[in-house]
């Protein structure tokens, strides 16, 4: 092999050496953290304005709750597990839980109460994904009405045909899909009417200055009318202020995610705010 005399390490500089070694290790402590169950689900409140402020469901977020470091950001995290597929053994961890603790809310009475999981590109693109969703549902008695999947726009943009097929197994099941971060990723619009899609999800990205920059305002305003014309639901997410939620009830929009209403919550303060808000 060409140049192997000077041995692989010295083709790196320090720096991306050192990288490399880094993502190494992380690799290897993604690994070892599947194992040792450190990796834990938050829920983020998703209300409707227009019913008085009443829950609809969560979006499940993951947390690497290490024992040196504590709580690691999925941002930290999702990348390098993407990267290095590992994503796919931590994604079906993360849905076996997230149906699990479903379950256990819909048998205390919260029926209607649905909880959106992410999904990478790497897990939408897997032979097996459909079964497996199908046996998670099986196994943990989940009637699939109350379970949702975000995928980005930009997956949904990936291998096309494929993830049309997946989505439309899905859908069949009785699953609903949600397109996140929309507007941020391809701006082909056409695949909205291809694709069973049942929800979007505007970008925190676009509700930021919604309430002080004119452009912002009109950007969100087309987001909620594509949603409308295409009978789509759409959630704003990233909503932090009174004036982003008066300025998104005005327009019409009212599903709404953030720190306004609520941060991500643990299973125990979750349950604590369905008591509160599921009834209204
Ligand atoms: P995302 O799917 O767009 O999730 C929304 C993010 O916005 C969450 O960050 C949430 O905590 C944050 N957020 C919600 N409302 C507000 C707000 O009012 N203000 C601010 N400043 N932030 C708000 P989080 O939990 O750190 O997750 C970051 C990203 O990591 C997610 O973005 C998603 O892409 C990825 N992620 C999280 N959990 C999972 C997972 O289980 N699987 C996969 N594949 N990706 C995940
Ligand atoms: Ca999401
Ligand atoms: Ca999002
Ligand atoms: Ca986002």
Request: aromatic share 10%; glycine share 6%; with cysteine.
């Given at each position: ?25 992380l690799e290897?402590e993604i690994r070892r953290a599947i194992q040792a169950q450190e990796f834990v689900l ?18 499940a977020l993951v947390r690497w ?7 690691i950001?999925p941002?930290e995290f999702i990348p390098i597990a993407e990267e290095t597929g590992l994503i796919v053994p931590m994604g079906a961890l993360i849905l076996r839980m997230a ?18 999981v992410n999904f990478s590109?790497k897990q939408?693109?897997m ?5 497996d ?148």
């Amino acid at each position: 092999k060409k140049g192997i005399n000077h041995g692989g390490i010295q083709f790196f500089s320090g720096g991306i050496r050192e990288k490399a070694m880094k993502l190494y290790k992380l690799e290897f402590e993604i690994r070892r953290a599947i194992q040792a169950q450190e990796f834990v689900l938050m829920y983020q409140p998703i209300v409707d304005i227009q019913a008085g402020n009443k829950i609809v469901g969560f979006e499940a977020l993951v947390r690497w709750n290490q024992s040196e470091r504590g709580i690691i950001s999925p941002a930290e995290f999702i990348p390098i597990a993407e990267e290095t597929g590992l994503i796919v053994p931590m994604g079906a961890l993360i849905l076996r839980m997230a149906c699990k603790q479903t379950k256990q809310w819909v048998d205390m009475g919260y029926k209607d109460i649905q909880v959106a999981v992410n999904f990478s590109a790497k897990q939408f693109s897997m032979d097996s994904m459909v079964d497996d969703v199908r046996r998670v549902l099986t196994e943990t008695n989940l009637n699939p009405r109350n379970l949702k999947l975000e995928i980005t726009e930009y997956t949904a943009m990936c291998e096309a045909d494929k993830t049309i097929e997946i989505m439309r197994a899905l859908s069949n099941m009785g699953i609903q899909i949600s397109i996140d971060d929309f507007g941020t990723g391809y701006s082909s619009l056409s695949y909205l009417k291809r694709y069973p899609v049942h929800t979007l999800k505007m970008d925190k990205y676009f509700v930021d200055h919604v309430a002080d920059n004119e452009e912002d305002a009109s950007f969100a305003r087309m987001v909620i009318g594509i949603a409308k014309s295409l009978n789509l639901d759409l959630i704003a997410e990233g909503v932090e202020t009174k004036e982003q939620l008066d300025f998104l009830y005005r327009e019409g929009c009212h599903l709404i995610q953030g720190f306004y209403f609520s941060r991500p919550l643990n299973t125990d303060m979750a349950l604590e705010y369905m008591k509160e808000h599921y009834n209204v």
